[in-house]
């Protein structure tokens, strides 16, 4: 049974580790394959040779060692200040080394990161993604603002950081396990300890068993802090998220008076992230009581294990501070695995949320529906339609209905029986339903009950999702006059979302963005809801005669007025009929 259990255990730390490699396989790849990757791999390839140019330094440094206590031994002050000079030279090359290898590693971490990112928005937008994962029923990813801010930064930030650190240690270890070596050429005798064994190069052994032991109590110690790690950047992401939230709805929590119950929410949020905190921290404090030892001791063990070869004779003075500073680097070396073990837990824990986010886009961007969509048709064809809720709740059957271009429609109906559903359905990413919709392709545009207000000014509101440019903005200045919106001109600098515009005004901005566009076929879902009668009239009126060929199919509970001719479609009935069926 322990035997299965011991391979079980192996199967599953296997299986782990494989996992996590293809994380950070697909996530490198990213990076490198951007345009500009080639660019970027020499890059690379620089400020790996400049990082290893350390070892060079350090190699060079334990020489100095010896020379130079060499020299304070015999006290030979002419030599003494050559190695003070030689020491100089040393630590400034190394410094500039250093400083430039910094300054290309940060330029190749900006453009690393910019791959990622872009990656990261192009998944997330593509085919609806970002609505899929919003309205998914399971495996929702949360927050996933921070996977693309944050975790795109944190990730490549550490992977530079730890890799080219692992390098310089890896390629560092084979040159100060050499001199080590060959300084430590005597063998350590434990006759005085009644055991009649000499242990040859035993500085080598003492380095190599000193690591490896603490290696494994540090893991031990450690390994609960991935989940902690991962579960307190989900927990500051949903507090900050809380704050920002309640930051864009300020008129609805003032005329509530909801201040008491967005701090209580506030409370729960940081609480929940201060709960986490404690875990954390003391799972950190056993980690830290083992590590904080270590790391302050690691350059005083090796004048202890080096003494006997002083004590014995065979070392001077200082050959015994070169002999402790070599075997110093050879620790120093192989213990980068508990040195940077905090900081990989936290790499590991990003790695693992920036994967599962690309993953999980690339997975709702597929994803399937039983909606047929087909842009072969002149007209709008809807046939055989039939709208669910995403838990199968029935919403609409829509047997037949066909619009032509050019004509008004007017779908009325009870509240909540889908005409909002329905106009995601025509615009192609409702998944929940059977049926067929056939469309032409190009010239759509579909206003929402409520406004999208981007970040921006008023001109480029009404230029979404195209630029200002585009439109041309003495255009757009026009638009906005004949909208009645002509006295939010000349705002300065205001962001559109911080210009405090009514419900009334935000659908005259849509009006105005519609107008920019001249689609040849709209869609509006209660686009006109916060005006009164004579405003939507005349609003109406005016979209008719500067689109004359537009069909617009209109969604609200009242009739449109002033659009000309306009059939209207009952969907209760349609509804009904087909409940009754």
Not at 342 to 370: C, G, H, I, K
Request: aromatic share 8%; net charge neutral; charged share 20%.
């Amino acid at each position: 049974m322990g035997a299965q259990r011991a391979s079980t255990l192996l199967n599953l730390a296997g299986d782990h580790m494989l996992k996590l490699a293809g994380q950070f396989q697909r996530l490198i790849a990213i990076c490198i394959r951007h345009p500009g990757g080639t660019a970027n791999l020499a890059l690379l390839g620089l400020v790996i040779a400049l990082t290893l140019g350390s070892v060079y330094a350090s190699v060079r440094l334990i020489e100095w060692t010896g020379a130079f206590y060499s020299a304070i031994e015999k006290i030979d002050g002419p030599a003494i200040l050559t190695q003070i000079g030689v020491f100089a030279v040393i630590v400034g090359l190394n410094s500039a080394r250093h400083l430039l290898a910094e300054y290309l590693r940060k330029i190749l971490e900006i453009r690393w990161r910019q791959a990622l990112t872009e990656k990261a928005i192009a998944l997330w937008t593509a085919d609806k993604a970002y609505w899929h994962m919003a309205n998914a029923d399971d495996d929702r990813v949360d927050n996933p603002d921070q996977r693309i801010a944050e975790d795109c930064r944190l990730f490549v930030r550490g992977v530079l950081s730890e890799a080219l650190d692992l390098i310089s240690r890896v390629v560092g270890l084979f040159s100060f396990v050499a001199v080590l070596w060959a300084l430590s050429d005597f063998p350590l005798n434990l006759a005085p300890l009644g055991i009649d064994i000499e242990i040859p190069h035993y500085m080598v052994w003492a380095a190599f068993l000193y690591v490896a032991i603490s290696s494994v109590v540090t893991h031990f110690l450690g390994k609960p802090l991935k989940p902690l790690f991962a579960a307190q950047q989900h927990r500051e992401a949903d507090f900050r998220y809380a704050m920002a939230r309640w930051r864009s709805n300020f008129d609805e929590v003032a005329l509530a008076n909801g201040e008491e119950a967005e701090v209580r929410l506030f409370r729960q949020r940081f609480g929940a992230l201060a709960q986490n905190w404690r875990r954390l921290i003391r799972r950190e404090f056993v980690l830290g009581s083992f590590t904080y030892p270590f790391n302050h001791s690691v350059l005083r063990i090796p004048l202890f294990v080096a003494l006997p070869g002083y004590i014995g004779g065979h070392v001077a003075f200082g050959g015994l501070m070169q002999l402790s500073n070599a075997f110093s680097q050879v620790v120093t070396t192989l213990s980068w695995f508990i040195f940077s073990y905090r900081d990989l837990a936290d790499l590991v824990a990003t790695a693992a949320r920036l994967d599962d986010f690309m993953e999980n886009a690339r997975r709702r961007a597929q994803t399937p529906s039983a909606i047929t969509h087909l842009d072969r048709a002149k007209s709008l064809q809807l046939t055989g339609l039939r709208l669910r809720t995403p838990d199968h709740r029935h919403l609409l059957d829509i047997p037949q209905l066909s619009v032509r271009p050019g004509e008004c429609v007017w779908l009325k109906g009870a509240s909540g029986i889908g005409k909002s559903t329905l106009m995601r359905a025509i615009a192609g990413y409702w998944p929940h339903g059977e049926g067929e919709v056939d469309r032409p392709r190009e010239g759509w545009m579909f206003l929402p009950q409520v406004t999208y207000l981007p970040l921006g000014s008023l001109e480029e509101a009404v230029a979404y999702p195209a630029c200002v440019n585009d439109i041309g903005p003495e255009v757009i200045k026009t638009l906005l006059t004949e909208v009645g919106l002509a006295h939010r001109l000349g705002a300065g600098g205001v962001s559109v979302v911080d210009a405090g515009l009514s419900g009334g005004e935000q659908q005259r901005l849509a009006l105005a963005r519609l107008l920019a566009h001249g689609p040849r076929w709209a869609m509006l879902d209660e686009a006109t809801s916060a005006l009164d009668a004579a405003s939507e009239a005349q609003l109406l009126h005016h979209l008719r005669e500067r689109l004359p060929d537009t069909a617009f199919i209109i969604i609200a509970h009242r009739p449109p007025q002033a659009l000309g001719d306009v059939r209207a479609i009952d969907l209760d009935v349609a509804r009904d009929d087909a409940v009754a069926a």
